[in-house]
């Protein structure tokens, strides 16, 4: 019997679409969790994308169905970074691409504010410096 | 965050969010928890300054020069580059200007002062048959080398599947007598790195572990770091629902290839396989073997060469994920066919060890 001659037939689950494998909406159920913690403990956190078995169409899904918000953020940190709050308020599709712009990791990140965006203390300290040199400068 | 490397990052113009955002995506490759990389963003730019890095000792023996490329290579320049300025490769013949006698002195200098704490990183597998004559440097055997600069190493990586198992040098009817580092070093903890060649990252990984937590990664059952060789290729794999949905491509050029439909029954090895090349990619994240239509080769595991042939379909098919329903049967019903099927074939390919040709891509 040759391989070809196996009956493969694909069944679908019902209203299945093309390319779904079925786990987007258990992401959808996580995050729902994780935005309860943040409302009733205000405590952030992050679920890896690239870390679980999604399909493109898994990642568009979700995509579509978290919808668009209305902060967008750009980082040009080692490549791009893009940080983009969805029309659910406090969580955002964090996506870094490399030095070469391809996709290098995909976070959703379930805060206030996240954690990147926020300017390290170091650097604020260093951009003193910088000032005050700026005023020296100045006579 | 501060720190030397972190300083010294910024004086070569990589910011902080750089550094965290690297950070996080290395954390993310070797599938610890988002936490972890903002744990390792604050050791690692805490590590040991540059007058106190730790030596490094590489030595080339049975080999092709794939896994130098691979790490010298992949992104460059890279905060990877940059981790491995944190070290101080005292000897690496293919990096190294010294030649000769210059060269030898600076191993023996190495080794000398670093009695007991360098990190020797080989690649290549060392011949034993004829004493060990089918691969000597400056007159003496790799075996001899290698016993000598495993005396006084901290630990041992051995880089590549050459190193760590073999690898093609060992494969059937391995003329050379070629075996593994762990088959002649049995009193020093070595860490394996296969692939061929490697993932870059996973070396950094390792070095990040290692300055981080101050010990080696937690190894499995064949000395390779849990963190990138904890699942296998299938597990990860993006293709990975259709498996479970019985979608298989059948031929390079067929409808379900064209589809992007899993590769299984032309010989993928994916489920077999422990490595992370699902997800850190090849070539700067450009794409891995499976995203660009081919199989996986299982180029990690132990004498992949000798596996029965690239694009035979593995006899046994791996446990799904999950599968629900009708396509459950079906996935189960296919799999117990091809196991049938191929019962035959691995009995031939046992016999002898057979090449690929142009048909068996055809198939």
Redesign the interface.
């Known amino acids: 019997?040759k391989?070809?001659r196996?009956p493969?037939?694909?069944?679908?689950?019902p209203g299945r679409a093309a390319?779904l494998?079925?786990?987007a909406p258990v992401v959808l159920r996580e995050i729902a969790q994780k935005v309860r913690r943040l409302v009733d403990a205000n405590e952030a956190?992050?679920?890896?994308l690239?870390?679980m078995?999604?399909?493109?169409a898994d990642l568009e899904w979700l995509r579509e169905s978290l919808g668009n918000g209305e902060t967008h953020i750009s980082?040009d940190?080692?490549g791009e970074?893009r940080l983009d709050e969805t029309s659910c308020p406090g969580v955002w599709w964090v996506t870094?691409h490399?030095?070469?712009g391809?996709?290098?990791?995909a976070?959703i990140e379930v805060a206030v504010v996240p954690?990147?965006v926020k300017a390290?203390i170091?650097?604020v300290a260093?951009g003193l410096e910088r000032l005050d040199l700026l005023i020296s400068d100045l006579g | 965050?501060?720190g030397p490397l972190?300083e010294s990052l910024?004086r070569q113009g990589?910011?902080?969010?750089?550094f965290?955002?690297?950070c996080?995506?290395l954390a993310?490759?070797m599938?610890l928890?988002?936490?972890a990389g903002?744990a390792m963003a604050s050791a690692l730019a805490a590590a040991p300054a540059a007058t106190r890095r730790p030596s490094v000792i590489w030595l080339p023996f049975q080999e092709c020069t794939g896994c130098t490329e691979s790490i010298t290579r992949s992104?460059s320049p890279?905060?990877e580059g940059m981790i491995f300025d944190m070290v101080s490769l005292d000897y690496q013949e293919t990096l190294m200007a010294a030649a000769g006698f210059q060269a030898e002195e600076a191993l023996h200098t190495a080794m000398k002062e670093n009695q007991g704490k360098y990190l020797l990183i080989v690649d290549g597998s060392v011949p034993l048959a004829l004493e060990g004559a089918y691969s000597c440097i400056a007159g003496r055997t790799n075996l001899e080398l290698l016993k000598e600069a495993s005396r006084g190493a901290a630990a041992i990586v051995a880089m590549g599947s050459c190193a760590a198992f073999g690898g093609l040098p060992h494969a059937n009817p391995n003329p050379t007598g070629a075996v593994a580092v762990s088959d002649i070093i049995k009193d020093r903890p070595i860490v394996n790195v296969p692939g061929c060649p490697p993932i870059p990252v996973v070396m950094t990984g390792v070095l990040a572990h290692f300055i981080t937590f101050g010990s080696l990664p937690e190894l499995d059952a064949l000395g390779r770091p849990k963190a990138f060789y904890g699942e296998t290729i299938h597990?990860?794999?993006?293709r990975?629902?259709f498996y479970?949905?019985?979608?298989?491509a059948?031929t390079f050029d067929d409808e379900g290839a064209r589809n992007g439909w899993c590769l299984f029954?032309l010989g993928c090895k994916g489920p077999v396989t422990y490595n992370s090349c699902a997800?850190t990619?090849w070539n700067?994240?450009?794409s891995w073997p499976v995203e660009s239509g081919h199989g996986c080769l299982g180029c990690s595991e132990p004498d992949f060469w000798d596996a029965g042939g690239f694009y035979r379909?593995l006899s046994v098919p791996a446990g799904p994920?999950q599968m629900?329903?009708?396509?459950a049967a079906?996935g189960v019903a296919?799999g117990a066919?091809?196991s049938f099927?191929n019962r035959a074939k691995k009995r031939a390919a046992k016999a002898g060890h057979e090449t690929t040709t142009l048909a068996d891509l055809e198939?």
């Open positions: 019997m391989l070809d196996i493969i037939v694909s069944v679908p689950a390319g494998s079925g786990n956190s992050t679920i890896d690239l870390a078995p999604l399909t493109a980082l940190a080692g970074s870094h490399n030095g070469q391809g996709v290098a990791s976070f954690e990147l390290p170091d650097d260093a | 965050m501060q972190i910024a990589v910011s902080r969010r750089t965290s955002k690297y996080a995506t993310s490759m599938a928890s988002p936490v903002q992104h890279t905060i597990d990860r794999c993006y990975r629902p479970d949905q019985g979608k298989f059948k029954e997800t990619k700067a994240g450009t379909a994920l629900v329903g009708a396509a079906v296919t066919a091809v099927l198939k």
